[in-house]
């Protein structure tokens, strides 16, 4: 019995004790950035304050697995398993909890990759949505700086938002047909302009991550969860930003964003309008802004580069250090099992 308990206590452990207190170091990190950075003006985009927010979760997950594949393919034995008298070789109490996290973590992640996935309904287009298509192809054919669009644009009736980019592995832009029929060529266009930026930021994936690093940690969402609502909307303002840098009318790209308002999601997406009334006016506000005086070209950042460089130190951490966060975890389920033997 004593056996099974690391493998199905200890990945409950770090979901529920580690996970947690790394969110609150998170916490206490970003407050700490927010305090170096000016009290006034707009959230100013960070790559820092995005890796630290899905590092949260990404980087005590995969220290954990990689240290208890180390353990395995080491065949080590914790002090507290040397009552066991095992032989020596493969450690299969570490590859029942590597296999029993990694099952809870692709658990937790599944529903929003499906809800990624999901594309258009396999139903028939409708007249009007055929027409806006249309409309749309000889838009970007007519524009070279939303070619990189064409073939990637798809206009649904019952589309869940008015406009937004989604699909994890093979992002396109989704637009609802009366959305699309409501806006004038400037301001629909502009709304495109907005939503090709989303794509070259590879914001899809960006927001999926953000979303599993929330999801996979029970307190991570409402620990972290405001830290997330501020990276999006500096998100939103940069994309903004950029769109009028390469050719959008500022006042039509306000149009379309307040055409586009809504009560915000369940979930933050990279779509036009997926902000709160006061992140609507303060977006309008700067685009107003803009149409009198262009915008300065942003510093690009990649949030991408430092998260994955990280994830490779965290594997490759255990391997050449010790793993007694491992080992506390497992001591504190054969403790949690003698107790319960005990009763």
Do not use: K
């Amino acid at each position: 019995m004593n056996e099974v308990i690391f493998p199905l206590l200890g990945p409950v452990l770090v979901v529920m004790v580690a996970l947690p207190a790394s969110a609150l170091a998170a916490r206490a990190l970003l407050t700490a950035l927010s305090r170096l950075q000016p009290a006034v003006g707009v959230p100013r985009q960070s790559a820092l304050r995005y890796a630290i927010i899905v590092a949260s979760s990404m980087a005590p997950l995969a220290w954990f697995l990689s240290a208890s594949l180390h353990q395995a393919e080491s065949g080590e034995r914790l002090l507290v398993c040397a009552a066991h008298r095992a032989a020596g070789g493969f450690n299969l109490e570490a590859i029942g909890f590597a296999l029993v996290l990694s099952a809870l973590t692709v658990a937790l992640a599944m529903p929003s990759l499906l809800r990624e996935r999901r594309g258009p309904r396999a139903g028939a287009p409708s007249e009007e949505s055929t027409l806006q298509h249309r409309r749309i192809d000889y838009l970007l054919a007519a524009l070279p700086a939303l070619h990189g669009l064409r073939g990637l644009v798809a206009v649904e009736d019952d589309c869940a938002d008015p406009i937004a980019t989604a699909g994890v592995i093979a992002p396109r832009v989704l637009l609802r047909t009366s959305f699309a029929r409501s806006l004038d060529d400037e301001a629909l266009c502009a709304a495109l302009h907005h939503e090709l930026e989303h794509l070259r930021g590879q914001d899809p994936l960006r927001y999926f991550a953000a979303r599993w690093a929330l999801a996979v940690n029970p307190f991570g969402r409402v620990i972290l969860g405001d830290e997330l609502a501020r990276w999006v909307l500096a998100r939103e303002l940069h994309c903004d930003r950029q769109a009028v840098l390469c050719g959008a009318s500022a006042p039509a790209l306000a149009q379309a964003l307040v055409s586009a308002a809504r009560p915000p999601s369940r979930e933050p997406q990279p779509a036009l309008g997926a902000a709160h009334a006061d992140a609507i006016r303060l977006r309008v506000g700067l685009l107003l802004s803009y149409a009198d005086r262009r915008p300065h070209p942003a510093t690009p950042q990649s949030s991408l580069r430092p998260a994955a460089a990280l994830l490779v130190v965290v594997l490759a951490l255990p391997h050449h250090a010790s793993t007694l966060p491992l080992d506390t975890i497992h001591q504190a389920s054969e403790r949690a099992a003698a107790l319960l033997n005990r009763n």
